[in-house]
């Protein structure tokens, strides 16, 4: 297993300190604050490692607060709403500084039978003839800043093929829709509950930049400001970010500064996986002007 993909793993685990206390640290991903997948997947973690092993997340909403710093660790407290016969219901803090950064609650069940359907795979390419983020950011070249190009070359613990890329430097107009390919960049141990965590931590990759599409924007643009407010996701059958996994998003609306995306994790084999849902500030300052 290639080293980022082992400290992501890491990472996920967190160190736990006291019986509903954990501490994690972060990776850098050159944006300078906390990557909101990474917190995702974290207290996500933290809330599962108090529940019974039987029990599976099904779903979590969590609120981003603050911008997390990279540079010092956070501490995930869990609090035990409830223990009952079907569901586990957990709280999570996570806390820097002294500070509430973001806020979860998450729901565990174990697996049982039932009624089941779900909304067919929307058609897309294989994910072999596609090229990578990676590949996609060696042909922009030298249109991409120094620093932030160093951080896009690197060896990445996820790896992502657009199916229609959008090129970040000049974006154009076009429908607030995106497919996606996921899988994990080398084979992952049998724990679905970790499969679950880093699901978590790729879902927010892709996600506000397709409510940017119809205002030929994108998080590069100047004067742009994206911010995370919250993210839900339910999990609907069990699955392998190991196995390629397609990531259906879409955005119905935008309004008040704000913008808000869906998203549907398809197994390969058309099955519905995980839903997802996020809204999140989408401002752009004029020119010169500070936030």
């Known amino acids: 297993m290639r080293s980022v993909l082992a400290e992501l793993l890491g990472l996920l685990r967190l160190e736990r300190l006291e ?5 994690g640290q972060s990776q850098d991903l050159g944006w300078g604050a906390v990557f909101g997948g990474q917190v995702l ?3 996500l973690s933290a809330a599962q490692q108090t529940v019974p092993g039987e029990r599976q997340v099904h779903s979590f909403h969590g609120y981003f607060l603050r911008s997390g710093d990279v540079r010092r660790p956070i501490i995930y407290d869990v609090e035990c709403i409830r223990d009952g ?5 957990r709280r999570v803090v ?10 979860m609650s998450a729901s565990f069940q174990a697996r049982e039978p ?29 249109r991409v800043p120094e620093p932030l190009r160093a951080r896009a070359l690197a060896d990445k613990p ?22 996606v390919w996921f899988r994990a960049a080398d084979p992952l141990p049998e724990d679905p509950a970790l499969h679950c965590y ?13 409510a940017m599409q119809p205002h030929g924007v994108s998080w590069l643009s100047p004067g742009m400001h994206v911010a995370s407010l919250d993210h839900a996701m339910w999990f609907h059958a069990p699955l392998r970010l190991d196995e390629w996994l397609l990531y259906a998003i879409d955005s119905p ?5 704000r913008g808000l995306v869906r998203g549907s994790f398809y197994s390969r084999d058309g099955r519905l996986v995980a839903s997802t849902a996020q809204e999140g500030l989408m401002r752009r300052w004029p020119i010169g002007q500070v936030p």
């Open 19 to 23: 019986n509903t206390l954990f501490r």
């Open 41 to 43: 997947g974290q207290a």
């Open 85 to 89: 016969k079907s569901f586990t219901t």
């Open 94 to 103: 996570a806390i820097q500084n002294g500070q509430a950064i973001f806020s």
């Open 114 to 142: 039932g009624f089941e359907h779900h909304a067919p795979m929307p058609a897309a390419p294989d994910p072999e003839g596609l090229l990578s983020e990676t590949e996609l950011v060696r042909r922009l070249g030298e």
């Open 158 to 179: 996820i790896e992502i093929r657009p199916v229609d890329p959008v090129d970040p430097l000049e974006p154009s107009v076009r429908p607030p829709q995106r497919l």
């Open 198 to 210: 880093l699901l978590a931590y790729a879902s927010d990759f892709h996600f506000m930049t397709t």
């Open 253 to 257: 609306a935008a309004s008040g500064g």
